[in-house]
């Protein structure tokens, strides 16, 4: 149960992260592009959008310079021609020279000029004045009198014809803008100068021409004194005669021409062109708000911004569908991959779609089908092994109870015939002849060597079925040895030979194992050594061997195995051939059971041999010692 | 050896065995001692002759028809006047645990077949040293 809970657990987070990952991986991919493109077409369309106001403004500018300009030159021209004829000017000359007094010739000249003013347009006033500045003549009369001398343009009109810097008068909104041209005489020498003020609304007329500016677009001049404005301004609340400042109009009043991003006068950030007019001493501004000049600009981020939001929700949810339709059959296909570990083989996926998935999904099914059969296969494996094994035991269960029967029939017509022999041997049936004494002890040997015959059998049928328990019991194997060699002695000396008992002093006195089987096995290789040897000794050594194991040593100087049959010497019913057998008796059994008894007990044995000089077994055992012993050692 | 048979020459035994020649050694061996034997070829003729008489020892085969051995013990367990008397087992059951599943039961001791004549009387005397002088 907690296997599948968290199974379930880590199946959502993975197919969580799954889905995330693949629309993570759409807007991503399809976001940055968008994003890259409308970054770089805003860059770009900024770019031109600015160039284009840039170059609007710039030619208003331009524009405003040339009509300027030619106005300028235009009312310089009306003011020679005013003096082209040469009596006129003859008449002027004198008037100034010798008559400037004499009215007569002041009305004269007055006449000429209300004419030459009536010509023209771009002059509201002429007049005439004297080299001390004071007007001699005017067209209109109340200028007559009045003194020039201080007024800006006197000292310039003297050095040159010109055009003199627009100036307010003291104390009212008059804007003057003063044209002069020197009177010459014959003689060359300046006599006088004519002044004409020109219209202060025609700059203002000039201005206010503002096509192609927009809402917010205007032009104007500003003057180098106080930074006055000479025009209006095209809003409301910015009288002339107030000192502005912006970057703009500081830039053109310091003489430099351009264009430039600032915050204009009216605290609102402008894009404006600004020019020095040398002529006029003024500077001359075109400006357009920021917010205005720019907005189709905007508009169009706007526009782009916009449709790169709905690309990227559009992907979004082209990548959630997309990611959804790849998750979904991976999230099927996970349920029924949990159903058959659950154990339901009949869950197969549903192919969706002829695809990558789909391809896994007919795997899938195909590695379900093989499963199922490889489960079935197994299960009928399991039944047949279940029935062999129930087979095998009864087998086992009949083969014990056979070899139990074995040993009871055997052992009781056995029971007669030694227990009848033994009646007779020991005179209980009356006395026999010494010949028949002799017979009796002949059935007698025999019906023994039957019984062990059969005890050997039965041993080794239990060795074999595996009916053999091994005890682990603390024994001290000196006195095993010792008792070995109580035993075995008399069969020894009945065969003339020495047994020599020898136990390691290193030893350990006490050792954990099945004393009866280690005796039993011990029994066995003497009882075979005594068998095999005719002269000489024979020895059992108990070896300590240093670590992990101890041996038992059995060595006599009996007839030795030859070679080839060291192979074989520990199989049932083998001794070295048929005539051994005949010659020396025996079952066959003692070495198998031997073999068979060490193994069980965890050890094994070995026999070296030389034929004609005696053969050495060896019974390796595992070291056990008991607890408390351990704990010493 | 003389100490052993001395004590067992006026002793009444009862031998059950469904083999004639497993009784006859017996009984000529323990006759042959100066023992008064009784036969029974199975438990209930054991039983049977056991109302009657109370021997000193019960040797009994374990493989018998009509009653086994282990029947027959458990009925005489159940019998107060018989509840000293020595049973033993004396069976061709030798296989390893045939011992130890015989003393569990109760018998008192457990010879196996072949029997060895020259040794059967001490064996006895050994394996029940409770015996009754």
């Keep these: 149960m907690i296997n599948q809970a968290s199974m379930q657990s880590s199946r959502f987070r993975s197919l969580t992260s799954l889905r995330t990952t693949l629309t993570a991986a759409f807007v991503v991919l399809s976001v940055l592009p968008v994003a890259a493109a409308v970054f770089f077409s805003s860059q770009r369309i900024q770019a031109q959008s600015q160039a284009q106001v840039n170059t609007l403004l710039d030619a208003a500018a331009q524009n405003k310079l040339d009509t300027i300009q030619n106005w300028i030159a235009g009312s310089q021209q009306t003011l020679r021609i005013a003096l082209a004829h040469e009596d006129d000017v003859i008449e002027m000359t004198d008037f100034l020279s010798f008559h400037k007094d004499d009215e007569a010739a002041r009305a004269a000249v007055t006449k000429n000029l209300t004419d030459l003013l009536a010509k023209q347009q771009d002059f509201v006033s002429l007049f005439v004045y004297d080299l001390n500045g004071e007007i001699v003549a005017a067209t209109d009369p109340v200028d007559v009198g009045k003194f020039t001398k201080t007024a800006p343009y006197f000292e310039g009109s003297l050095v040159a014809d010109s055009v003199h810097p627009p100036f307010y008068n003291v104390g009212s909104s008059d804007l003057n803008l003063i044209f002069t041209r020197q009177i010459i005489d014959e003689q060359g020498k300046l006599v006088g100068v ?440 | 050896m003389s100490e052993a048979i001395s004590r067992i020459s006026d002793w009444r035994i009862l031998v059950v065995d469904d083999e004639m020649d497993s009784i006859d050694v017996v009984t000529e061996v323990l006759e042959f001692y100066g023992a008064t034997v009784y036969n029974a070829s199975n438990g209930l003729e054991a039983l049977e002759l056991l109302e009657t008489i109370t021997p000193d020892a019960i040797l009994s085969d374990l493989s018998m028809p009509k009653m086994d051995g282990w029947a027959l013990l458990a009925n005489i367990r159940k019998n107060e006047r018989l509840t000293a008397v020595p049973v033993v087992a004396l069976t061709a059951h030798a296989m390893a645990g045939d011992e130890q599943r015989g003393k569990a039961a109760g018998f008192s001791a457990y010879l196996t077949k072949p029997i060895s004549v020259i040794t059967l009387i001490q064996d006895l005397v050994d394996q029940l040293p409770g015996l009754r002088q």
């Design chain 1, 194 to 633: 004519m002044a004409g003020r020109a219209n202060p609304n025609t700059l203002a007329a000039f201005m206010a021409q503002r096509a192609g500016l927009g809402e917010t677009g205007e032009t104007y001049l500003v003057s180098l004194e106080s930074n006055y404005f000479l025009t209006p301004s095209r809003f409301e609340g910015f009288p002339q005669r107030r000192s502005y400042h912006s970057e703009g109009i500081n830039r053109s009043l310091a003489g430099e021409d351009g264009l430039a991003s600032y915050v204009g006068y009216r605290d609102v950030p402008v894009i404006g062109v600004y020019r020095w007019l040398p002529d006029l001493q003024v500077g001359l501004m075109v400006e357009e708000d920021q917010a205005e000049a720019y907005a189709a600009l905007q508009q169009t981020q706007r526009a782009n911004l916009i449709a790169a939001v709905v690309a990227a929700l559009i992907s979004v949810i082209a990548g959630s569908v997309l990611a959804i339709r790849i998750v979904r059959p991976i999230g099927a296909l996970t349920r029924v991959t949990q159903a058959l570990a659950a154990g339901d083989l009949t869950q197969r996926a549903a192919i969706q779609a002829r695809n990558e998935i789909g391809d896994l999904g007919i795997a899938f099914n195909q590695m379900a089908s093989q499963l199922g059969e490889t489960l079935q296969s197994l299960e009928k494996s399991v039944q047949e092994a279940r029935v062999a094994t129930a087979m095998a035991r009864e087998a086992n269960r009949l083969k014990s109870e056979f070899l139990s029967t074995m040993s009871h029939e055997l052992r009781t017509p056995l029971n007669a015939i030694i227990g009848f022999t033994e009646i007779m041997m020991a005179g209980m049936s009356g006395p026999m002849s010494e010949k028949q004494q002799h017979k009796m002890s002949r059935i007698h040997l025999n019906s023994k060597r039957l019984l062990d015959l059969i005890n050997d059998l039965l041993d080794l049928a239990k060795i074999e079925a595996g009916r053999v328990d091994v005890l682990y019991e603390p024994f001290a194997p000196r006195d095993l040895a010792h008792g070995i060699r109580a035993q075995m002695e008399s069969l020894a000396e009945q065969r003339g030979l020495g047994l020599v008992v020898r136990v390691d002093p290193q030893l350990p006195t006490v050792l954990l194992g099945d004393a009866g089987r280690i005796e039993q096995a011990t029994k066995n290789l003497l009882s075979n050594a005594i068998k095999f040897t005719k002269e000489g000794s024979v020895e059992l050594a108990l070896h300590a061997n240093g670590g992990d194991v101890w041996e038992i040593v059995v060595t006599d100087s009996g007839i030795g195995i030859p070679p080839h049959a060291l192979e074989y010497i520990f199989d049932e019913f083998r001794q070295v051939d048929g005539t051994s057998q005949r010659a020396y008796g025996g079952s066959g059994l003692g070495l198998a059971i031997t073999r068979n008894l060490s193994r069980i007990m965890g050890g094994d044995i070995r026999v070296t041999s030389t034929v004609g000089q005696g053969s050495t077994f060896t019974i390796t055992l595992p070291v056990s010692l008991p607890e408390e012993l351990e704990a010493v050692a």
